[in-house]
């Protein structure tokens, strides 16, 4: 089982940046692909990008694609996603997730290990 533990949430203006971090304990974090999804009130929580268990393979949504990096740091056991040029869509809370495959999953039912949420908050 792996634990995470989100920061870097909060507020920011609309063309902004913010870097959210992900910071997973427990059992091997080289073991697991994994992911950052959001929700903003009302709404589905969708896969914003995902890296694979090796880091090779990357995917972003069309809405944050060209705006937003994901990458892991094996040494801090941790993925981030770099978030640029922030708009007030992007508001919502994000969660960082894991899952034991090598492979990226696009679906919430993929991926058995979540966070607790950090809120991200964009204004006009």
């Known amino acids: 089982q792996v634990h995470l533990v989100e920061s870097g949430g909060g507020l920011v203006q609309a063309g902004g940046s913010l870097r959210l971090s992900c910071a997973a304990s427990g059992r091997t974090f080289s073991g697991y692909a994994m992911a950052w999804f959001r929700q903003a009130p009302g709404k589905e929580r969708e896969v914003v990008a995902a890296?694979?268990?090796?880091?090779?393979?990357?995917y972003y949504a069309d809405s944050v694609k060209g705006r937003f990096t994901i990458s892991r740091d094996a040494a801090k056991n941790a993925v981030d996603l770099q978030m640029n040029s922030l708009k007030p869509e992007d508001t919502a809370v994000y969660y960082c997730?894991?899952?034991?495959?090598?492979?990226?999953?696009?679906?919430?039912?993929?991926?058995?290990?979540w966070g607790q949420g950090t809120q991200v908050t964009v204004s006009s």
């Open positions: 997730a894991a899952r034991e495959d090598w492979s990226i999953g696009f679906q919430r039912s993929e991926y058995a290990y």
């Open positions: 890296v694979s268990r090796s880091g090779g393979h990357t």
